[in-house]
């Protein structure tokens, strides 16, 4: 019965996350997607931001990246793939961090809902078989993932727990731990993200 209910909760955050994806696509794309020309008409000619209203624009080495954070209203765990699999259907990923602002940022809006008490979240981490290191894996961060995460779990994923570590530059807290449905119950949150249009 909760894992109907579950279910159907993180459903609506997918059809929002979809609806957003949708309506961020009004300006052309640069990577040549097609764009209905009816959409074309009506949208306006000025500025073109690079990131849809639901998402926050952070500026990275290689361009604009959009991201925002979701967590479920009531304390309930994200699974890594679930995670994923929202951040997908909604035509993202699980974001990386690059800038401080992207730190600082987030951990404000994770703490801003103390009801939810979102004290972990799913960050985008993959793991270098040839280097033997975890780094930042959404395709557009820089790689480089300093300190590296507390290994709790070597098949598991990466997430940042928010209230361990001073949370200053190199000293944030990630950890790498069982990301099976029901192996981190701590894990509430989740960021996606995706490059910003320019
Ligand atoms: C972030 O995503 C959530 C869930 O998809 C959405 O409800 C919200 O409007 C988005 N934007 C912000 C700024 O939180
Ligand atoms: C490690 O995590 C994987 C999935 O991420 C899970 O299947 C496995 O049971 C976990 N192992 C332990 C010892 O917790
Ligand atoms: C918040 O979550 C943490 C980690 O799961 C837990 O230890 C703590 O008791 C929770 N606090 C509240 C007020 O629910």
């Known amino acids: 019965m909760l894992s109907f209910r579950l279910f159907t909760l993180l459903l ?7 609806r957003i994806a949708e309506s961020d696509d009004k300006a052309p794309f640069k990577d040549g997607e097609s764009t209905p020309s009816s959409v074309l008409n009506s949208s306006p000619t ?5 990131c849809g209203a639901s998402d926050r624009t952070f500026l990275r080495k290689s361009g604009y990246w959009c991201s925002n954070l979701s967590t479920l209203s009531t304390p309930y765990q994200v699974s890594f793939s679930r995670a994923e699999t929202n951040c997908k259907v909604a035509g993202y990923v ?6 401080e602002e992207e730190w600082n940022y987030y951990i404000n ?5 103390p009801i939810s008490n979102v ?10 078989e040839c280097t033997n290191k975890y780094y930042w894996n959404d395709g557009n961060a820089i790689e480089t993932l300093e300190p590296q995460p507390t290994v709790l779990n070597a098949t598991g994923k990466t997430a940042w727990f928010l209230n ?3 949370n200053t530059p190199g000293k944030r807290v990630l950890k790498t731990v069982d990301a099976s449905p029901g192996g981190a119950p701590y894990v509430r949150g989740y960021v996606c993200g995706k490059p910003g249009r320019t």
């Open 119 to 128: 004290t972990s979240i799913w960050l985008g981490v993959g793991y270098n």
């Open 164 to 166: 361990e570590g001073s």
């Open 94 to 99: 699980v974001s990386s961090f690059e800038t």
């Open 12 to 18: 609506v955050f997918s059809l929002l996350n979809e």
């Open 109 to 113: 809006r994770a703490q801003s809902n």
């Open 46 to 50: 000025t500025t073109i931001k690079p």
